[in-house]
């Protein structure tokens, strides 16, 4: 099949009128990959190996004129379009069939305020690139937990994170955003410009324009956090889990665990006798007072004896990229995620049930606690809408082999399938979405019309669609 696609990559190029393409690279500042380029299978390349799709363009972009070039390109001449930041997002957003890719990967530059108190981030930047900036001065602002990450999907879908329940979600902690939209202008959005399509942005993912710039709040933050990360033997999971959920019941703001069932790796820091076992594990931080000895987390720590205990003071920064190996480029992921009223013994059974018999041992079903500054937020101050539950569950199918992808994409389908039976369960997160395989308005519930009101606005002709796409309103086409 690939040299099918390949083929129709081609014959997409082909179609595009010579002298317009002709035209549209030699103003570019950046690199215009086609699919006769020697580098062009690594530039249609993602993080998620599953997804392979052949576009007829990849643009390179060095700058804002870049974008504003092949958005017009794109718009000119009826094309797919989509937009890569760091290419993270599961569902294979970053990356279309017959169309042109906009990436921004080179654009990436980081710029403290320190006396604002602000970052500035182009939308290429990664986790890694903001935190590397910002720690320089004790600072941080609310993002993920994987360095390696594009803060641009990351932010624009929510932005969980080790400081969420303390500062939020990562678009809480917008000021303002940088954004080229359909028409090829460039806008600033904030809550004193263009306040409608501010509003947009902070949860309705690239439905509106791509962002070539954020500007976030900073908080005081590290140098060195306590980090949790405690493993224990599958026999101890119902006590753990147990623990888990009164743990979050009393839980200080400046500390966070998310608890997931795993396999243990074959790794030196865990005994060779326990290697693929099924396994339930700890993973959090604690800032600020919670910091001084982990004594916060005494309680989850104290549960069993432990496979093993990797906790201890750390440098914010090491804690943000120590799950970095296990996402690497080119695995396979399939990643859904709902939203739990309470944590009840039923969602346990299935945690313990599935890991059990995941086809995978790369694969986890997460567990993360939510709400606080979160749920601060009235759900209609932005089209972020989930904010009210204080849980969600995470089912991360992770695998190696091609062969092995229809039995893992059902592994985990099949555990959805049962969280979603439950009461306590509802809704969708955008970035843990399958293969946006179900209804969009599961994302953004009662704020969906608003948005769509936005999107008619702002891309009446649905140019960003390769998202978890919110149409225009109809006869806006």
């Given at each position: 099949?690939?040299?099918?696609?390949?083929?129709?990559?081609?014959?997409?190029?082909?179609?595009?009128?010579?002298?317009?393409?002709?035209?549209?690279?030699?103003?570019?500042?950046?690199?215009?990959?086609?699919?006769?380029?020697?580098?062009?299978?690594?530039?249609?390349?993602?993080w998620n190996g599953m997804i392979d799709r052949y576009p007829a363009l990849v643009a390179r972009c060095a700058g804002v004129a870049d974008v504003v070039a092949a958005v017009t390109?794109?718009?000119?001449?009826?094309?797919?379009?989509?937009?890569r930041g760091g290419g993270?997002?599961?569902?294979?957003?970053?990356?279309?069939?017959?169309?042109?890719?906009?990436?921004?990967?080179?654009?990436?530059?980081?710029?403290?305020?320190r006396e604002a108190g602000t970052v500035y981030a182009e939308g290429g930047a990664t986790l890694g690139d903001v935190d590397r900036e910002t720690q320089l001065f004790g600072l941080a602002t609310a993002l993920g937990a994987v360095s390696q990450t594009g803060i641009a999907g990351l932010t624009l879908n929510g932005g969980y994170g080790h400081l969420?329940?303390?500062?939020?979600?990562?678009?809480?902690?917008?000021?303002?955003?940088?954004?080229?939209?359909?028409?090829?202008?460039?806008?600033?959005?904030?809550?004193?410009?263009?306040?409608?399509?501010?509003?947009?942005v902070r949860g309705g993912g690239g439905n509106?324009?791509?962002?070539?710039?954020?500007?976030?709040?900073?908080?005081?933050?590290?140098?060195?956090?306590?980090?949790?990360?405690?493993?224990?033997?599958?026999?101890?999971?119902?006590?753990?889990?147990?623990?888990?959920?009164?743990w979050t019941e009393t839980a200080p703001r400046d500390a966070g665990v998310l608890a997931f069932t795993a396999h243990v790796p074959e790794l030196e820091e865990f005994p060779e006798e326990t290697w693929d076992e099924p396994a339930i594990a700890f993973l959090g931080s604690a800032r600020g007072e919670s910091a001084t000895d982990g004594e916060v987390f005494?309680?989850?720590?104290?549960?069993?004896?432990?496979?093993?205990?990797?906790?201890?003071?750390?440098?914010?920064?090491?804690?943000q990229s120590m799950l970095d190996e296990d996402y690497p480029d080119g695995l396979r992921y399939y990643w859904k995620s709902i939203f739990l009223d309470e944590l009840t013994d039923e969602v346990f059974d299935l945690m313990v049930r599935y890991n059990d018999s995941t086809p995978s041992a790369l694969s986890t079903i997460d567990c993360w606690h939510l709400g606080d500054a979160v749920a601060d937020v009235p759900q209609d101050s932005t089209a972020y809408w989930h904010r009210d539950q204080p849980y969600m569950l995470t089912v991360e199918a992770n695998w190696e082999e091609p062969d092995d992808d229809d039995a893992n994409?059902?592994?985990?389908?099949?555990?959805?399938?049962?969280?979603?039976?439950?009461?306590?369960?509802?809704g969708r997160y955008g970035n843990f979405p399958g293969l946006n395989e179900d209804p969009v308005k599961l994302l953004y519930g009662d704020?969906?019309?608003?948005?769509?009101?936005?999107?008619?606005?702002?891309?009446?002709?649905?140019?960003?669609?390769?998202?978890a796409n919110v149409p225009p309103r109809s006869g806006a086409d």
């Open positions: 099949m690939g040299t099918v696609h390949r083929q129709e990559s081609e014959a997409a190029f082909h179609d595009l009128p010579s002298d317009d393409v002709r035209s549209f690279v030699a103003k570019f500042r950046g690199d215009v990959v086609s699919p006769s380029d020697e580098e062009y299978d690594a530039a249609r390349a993602i390109f794109a718009r000119e001449h009826d094309l797919p379009l989509a937009v993270h997002n599961v569902a294979g957003t970053a990356v279309c069939d017959g169309g042109i890719v906009i990436d921004l990967t080179e654009m990436n530059g980081v710029r403290v305020n969420s329940r303390e500062y939020g979600l990562a678009l809480d902690n917008l000021i303002s955003v940088d954004i080229v939209t359909a028409d090829g202008k460039i806008r600033t959005a904030s809550e004193a410009r263009n306040e409608d399509l501010f509003w947009a509106f324009g791509v962002v070539t710039g954020f500007e976030y709040a900073l908080h005081a933050v590290g140098p060195q956090v306590y980090a949790f990360f405690t493993w224990f033997h599958a026999d101890d999971a119902d006590v753990a889990l147990a623990a888990f959920r009164q005494e309680s989850l720590r104290a549960v069993a004896t432990p496979i093993a205990d990797m906790s201890g003071p750390m440098a914010y920064v090491d804690l994409v059902n592994w985990a389908r099949e555990v959805f399938a049962d969280v979603q039976a439950l009461p306590v369960a509802s704020n969906y019309d608003r948005l769509v009101e936005v999107k008619t606005k702002y891309d009446p002709e649905n140019l960003f669609q390769t998202n």
